[in-house]
Each structure stands twice: as C-alpha cells, then as structure tokens.
C-alpha cells in the first residue's frame, strides 16, 4: 500500500522554463511534507518542506504547494537550470511519529 | 563536521553470511534512521531511532535488526542475508522538530 505516491518516474524541461514535480498521498494523518533531491552516488539531500497548516512554502527558486483537500503537493523549480537534474523524492509524516515515508521519486533533467 | 558517515561503501555478501552496516553522526542528532532504496520503489524506511535505547520498526524491518547505545552510532545488522536484501542502504539522522534530514552516502549491498 503505496502511501505517498510520485506517479511521473520522469520529466524533462527546457533550462529557464518551470519544472513541475507532483505528489499525492493517501494518509490524512499525515501533516508535515518534506522534497529531497538525490545525485547519482550520493545520499538525498533536503530541499523544502511544508507543514499542513500552510499551502504554500517558498525557498528562492524553489516553491511547494499543498493542497489538502486532494491530498496532493507540488514541487516548483523557476527558472530551472540543468545543475537540478536529479531525482526528487516527497516524503510525509505525522507530528511525534518520527517515520517518513517517501514516494517512489521523479528523475528531472533539465536540458540546455 | 563530517555528518553522517556510513561503511562499508560497497559490500558483497554469500547468501546467509552476517554482516553490520555502521552509521555514525557526529551533529548531536537524537533522530536515526535506515532506508533502503531499490529501483521503482523509493526510500523505505526499515527501522529508526528517537534516541539511545530507543528503536522501533519501519515499513520493511524484517531480516534486520538495529540497536543503538550511544548517540551517535545506529548499526544495522543483517544476521542472514538474502538475495531480496540486494539493494542501496541510507542512514540518515536529525534533530528534534520538523527539520530535514541529513542523509549519508549509502552502502550499496549485493548479496549472491
């Protein structure tokens, strides 16, 4: 029982344009989000996250929005560069539980 | 600081044999965690820790065991591996709160 979902395995986009990364989960208990970004050979490094009393989280070129009625979240990248090909991983978990449960990931490359 | 630290890098194993997986933190970071990633199935989280003495289970903890008796180290131990184990292990730790966390490099496990 896949919980948090990533249904695109990939995405490419121009260099300069908007990437779009996409994340939906089951679990309503769920109420803090997290977006990792992971290089080949090394391990995920954090990137943004959002807590469930928000909708919007923004962090320079990076922005996660979270819709909690759709139980979805969103990751965008503008303007995008090619050092952000790489896959991104969402993650969810519930305040004083301590386990995060990641999706399956999105490989970006971002072309120039 | 070297953050969260892993060996071995690489490790081939027979099936049956036993070996540990040693992580170490050196950020004061009550929270530790394993994951292990395999292709199209993200991060699963195998077995974490909230602090000395204290480990509980995570999606995937079967053929593993974990303890941790200092802050710093969170060991996995594989006491009977299994070709299902092939995959690329994560530790990662943070501190208390809703913070990212910090991974390591991984160990990439093949077990014949």
């Known amino acids: 029982d896949q919980q948090v979902k990533q249904n695109s395995p990939s995405l490419s986009v121009q260099e300069g344009r908007i990437s779009i990364l996409n994340c939906d989960y089951t679990n309503s208990m769920f109420d803090y989000f997290l977006w990792y970004k992971k290089y080949p050979a090394e391990g995920p490094t954090f990137l943004i996250s959002i807590s469930s009393i928000k909708d919007k989280n923004e962090d320079g070129r990076f922005t996660v929005f979270l819709n909690k009625s759709a139980k979805h979240l969103s990751l965008h990248i503008v303007p995008s560069q090619p050092g952000d090909s790489a896959v991104y991983f969402c993650a969810a978990t519930t305040s004083g539980t301590y386990k995060y449960i990641f999706g399956t990931g999105t490989r970006l490359k971002v072309l120039a | 600081n070297a953050g969260v630290t892993q060996t071995p890098k690489f490790q081939v194993l027979k099936t049956g044999q036993s070996m540990t997986l040693q992580c170490a933190q050196d950020?004061?970071?009550?929270?530790m965690s394993w994951y292990r990633q395999d292709p199209g199935m993200g991060l699963r989280l195998i077995h974490y820790s909230v602090g000395a003495g204290i480990t509980d289970q995570g999606e995937v903890p079967n053929g593993y065991n974990v303890s941790r008796s200092t802050t710093e180290d969170f060991p996995l131990r594989l006491l009977s591996a299994a070709p299902s184990q092939t995959s690329v292990y994560f530790c990662a730790s943070s501190p208390p709160g809703r913070v990212g966390q910090f991974f390591g490099p991984g160990t990439r496990l093949t077990v014949l």
């Open positions: 950020m004061n970071h009550e929270y």
